[in-house]
């Protein structure tokens, strides 16, 4: 079975700060790799997904993600923060017979001081 | 077009008893996935349904059942709560449930067990 590991649970950031958070998984056939954001007290919202293609995947707000197949990394970034992301983040990645589960990592919470 | 709908918002219910909670997705949307959000163990996932079949289950006790009705509206059941049962559960809908096409998620019910 697939796990998703996120290096970070917590992370504080002052504005304008730039973001990468860790998220690396196991499996070895094909994935579609996922980053979602909680907003405080609101529901999920897809930042941006890997399906094929360009490794560097742009979402939105700015954010983007790197796909590195030789280190099983889909590392999410954002080169200036801003208070308005003070979010939980989690990574995601669907794969296996079907592809219709979604496996997450146990979330980054993300503080951004102003 | 509407999103995912999840009905109630918020459960309070009493240990021993059973609870239904309802998911509306997306028109056109035949795939219906549940997850458990608990802030110990993070996502995790309960079950997911397309064209009325169970097509996945994850790692959760029988007491967890779910069903998905003709119109794709899904529901899920807890019999016999437990106080560990006290989570976000929240639906994701997609349209075939495989990930390219990507998994839309909505509000989520709280379910507290007193």
């Known amino acids: 079975a697939q796990s998703v590991s996120q290096h970070n649970h917590h992370v504080i950031l002052s504005e304008a700060a730039s973001l990468e958070l860790g998220c690396n998984y196991s499996?070895?056939?094909?994935?579609?790799l996922f980053w979602y954001v909680q907003y405080p007290g609101q529901h999920l919202q897809l930042l941006l997904k890997?399906?094929?293609?360009?490794?560097l995947v742009k979402g939105i707000k700015g954010f983007e993600a790197e796909f590195i197949k030789s280190k099983f990394s889909f590392n999410l970034r954002k080169p200036s923060v801003q208070w308005s992301d003070t979010a939980e983040y989690f990574c995601?990645?669907?794969?296996?017979?079907?592809?219709?589960?979604?496996?997450f990592g146990k979330g980054t919470m993300l503080l951004v001081s102003p | 077009k509407a999103g995912v709908t999840q009905t109630p918002r918020y459960l309070i219910k009493t240990r021993g008893q059973q609870v239904t909670l309802s998911c509306s997705p997306i028109?056109?949307?035949?795939?219906v996935s549940w997850y458990q959000q608990t802030p110990g163990q993070g996502l995790q996932f309960l079950f997911e349904?397309?064209?009325?079949?169970?097509?996945n289950k994850g790692n959760f006790p029988g007491r967890f059942s779910g069903r998905q009705f003709s119109n794709s509206r899904s529901e899920m059941n807890v019999s016999t709560l437990e106080l560990g049962d006290s989570a976000l559960y929240l639906c994701?809908?997609?349209?075939?449930?495989?990930?390219?096409?990507?998994?839309?998620f909505g509000s989520g019910t709280r379910l507290t067990v007193v």
């Open positions: 995601a990645v669907n794969a296996g017979e079907g592809y219709s589960t979604l496996t």
């Open positions: 890997y399906f094929s293609g360009d490794p």
């Open positions: 028109s056109g949307h035949r795939s």
């Open positions: 349904y397309f064209s009325e079949t169970q097509r």
């Open positions: 994701a809908s997609s349209q075939s449930g495989q990930g390219a096409y990507g998994y839309t």
């Open positions: 499996y070895g056939g094909t994935v579609n």
